[in-house]
């Protein structure tokens, strides 16, 4: 498989939900970005994005989607359907059956396992139909909550790479965490 299958209805679990991202996400997107003035450094980009630029990804994502270059996916709280955060898919390497996740959660929606059971929900999804082998994630050896939220998830720390992306004019360290398929096993 070179594409991502339709996640027609999303997925639910106790603690967050996920589904295919959307134009009505835009605004909460934009205030996640006011609400947390750093989130977009912590996800590596210069500025916060704009709505435009997010309506440019949200018109893009179906071809992305169907021709397996990245899929964006949208946190949502139990019982709504309001985004609350995100999930990026993207460098996937479909010869390798991998992919690299990128992961936020909005201010007010933090410390509620919505990052942790979002995680696990997406990645089920993507070792299970979508077909890949291996999701990994990198964050900062700082972000301790990130750290946390992708552990109980089932995501095993592998190490630090040092001076791995250069973000800002300087280079970062970041920790490698990863899923695979038996770590699901693991965690039920």
Not at 159 to 184: K, N, P, T
């Amino acid at each position: 498989m070179a594409f991502f299958p339709d996640l027609a209805r999303p997925l639910r679990g106790p603690a967050a939900g996920v589904r295919l991202a959307a134009e009505r996400d835009i605004p909460e997107v934009l205030i996640a970005h006011q609400d947390d003035a750093q989130l977009h450094v912590r996800l590596g980009m210069e500025r916060p994005p704009s709505g435009a630029e997010l309506g440019r990804r949200i018109d893009e994502s179906p071809a992305d989607r169907a021709a397996g270059a990245a899929v964006w996916l949208t946190i949502i709280a139990p019982g709504s359907d309001e985004c609350c955060g995100q999930i990026d898919v993207h460098e996937v390497d479909w010869d390798h059956r991998r992919a690299d996740l990128g992961v936020w959660v909005a201010p007010a929606q933090r410390r509620q396992g919505r990052a942790a059971g979002a995680l696990r929900l997406a990645g089920r999804w993507l070792l299970g139909p979508c077909g890949l082998e291996r999701v990994e994630l990198l964050t900062e050896p700082s972000n301790a909550p990130m750290r946390h939220a992708a552990r109980r998830a089932g995501f095993q720390e592998e190490g630090i790479l040092r001076g791995y992306l250069r973000e800002r004019g300087r280079r970062v360290d970041v920790v490698v965490m990863s899923l695979i398929a038996d770590d699901l096993a693991a965690t039920g």
